[in-house]
């Protein structure tokens, strides 16, 4: 199949979408090998930063989006992926502690100010979400707001449910290696899969296929999200790359970890290999993969 729409995009084809010195050329490149890959659209991923530069990184991105008839076709909207998320190691990964903070209204004003109109959703902690505040006010402007980076208790999960939470940011990454093997974060996203959008990565490095299998199974197909994380080498091959503060190395496996080895990056995979890798390693049918890649995905963002 082709037709994916993928919502968490931080880059592709060699473009970091969290450079500041994004060019139209740039954004043009990466809309064009998306395009060339298969996908009718996407969201362009914006990563926890000082809050000015992610403002000024939104603007750019419209601006340059305004202009560009290939991205304004492709580019559907915006993914704002923090900074309003865990500070804790492990639920951080690999954004940076400094630049994270609190949600609040005054901030999350600026960037949807910013983005001109086009953001379609925010990734934040409900825990990190003084009595929701942030949540409801962002449900108020028809923004998707997913919990990511985050390890909310059951009652505070329910709680930003009623708020306005959908969706749920890559299940299974975004915490820390070595959890409770049963009170965990997984376990209890899993368990509200009836009332949220669960996104997956499937590149069977950030969630190994066994598992991935599993957790379809328990959430459902028609409640799951395939997305790829992509940074700036997908599509292109193993090598050394960019991404927002970190130079990585990009192995064999298209996986992007950090120097240390302590968590993932980002991917590298395409949504081209992630249809591969339902069809071949999960055995899944053609209205499946049809629903994980490309149907679900807009009904998650549609206002």
Not at 204 to 218: C, I, K, M
Request: net charge negative; charged share 25%.
């Amino acid at each position: 199949m082709s037709n994916y729409f993928d919502i968490q995009v931080n880059g592709y084809g060699g473009v970091d979408f969290n450079q500041d010195d994004l060019t139209a050329d740039d954004l043009h490149k990466a809309c064009a090998r998306m395009e060339a890959d298969g996908a009718s659209g996407f969201l362009a991923t914006i990563i926890t930063e000082d809050l000015t530069k992610m403002c000024a990184r939104l603007a750019r991105l419209a601006e340059l989006r305004e202009h560009d008839p290939l991205a304004k076709k492709l580019i559907a909207g915006f993914h704002i992926e923090g900074p309003f998320i865990s500070d804790v190691d492990g639920y951080r990964g690999a954004h940076p502690k400094d630049a994270v903070r609190p949600a609040n209204v005054d901030d999350a004003k600026r960037m949807l100010d910013a983005a001109a109109g086009l953001t379609k959703i925010i990734t934040l902690s409900p825990e990190c979400d003084p009595n929701f505040a942030t949540t409801k006010f962002l449900a108020k402007q028809n923004v998707t707001i997913s919990a990511g980076h985050c390890n909310p208790t059951l009652d505070q999960l329910r709680g930003a449910i009623d708020a306005g939470l959908s969706m749920f940011t890559h299940v299974g990454n975004g915490c820390p290696m070595q959890m409770h093997r049963h009170e965990n974060i997984i376990q209890r996203a899993l368990s509200q899969s009836d009332r949220l959008w669960l996104c997956f990565i499937a590149d069977g490095v950030h969630v190994p296929f066994v598992a991935l299998g599993n957790y379809l199974r328990a959430a459902t197909i028609d409640r799951c999200i395939v997305v790829t994380d992509a940074i700036a080498p997908a599509s292109l091959g193993p090598g050394r790359y960019k991404l927002a503060r970190w130079d990585l190395l990009i192995g064999e496996d298209m996986v992007a970890r950090a120097p240390d080895g302590s968590h993932f990056v980002g991917a590298a995979i395409t949504m081209e290999q992630s249809e591969k890798n339902l069809r071949e390693k999960l055995n899944l049918s053609e209205v499946d993969v049809q629903k994980l890649l490309s149907t679900n995905p807009r009904r998650a963002i549609a206002s």
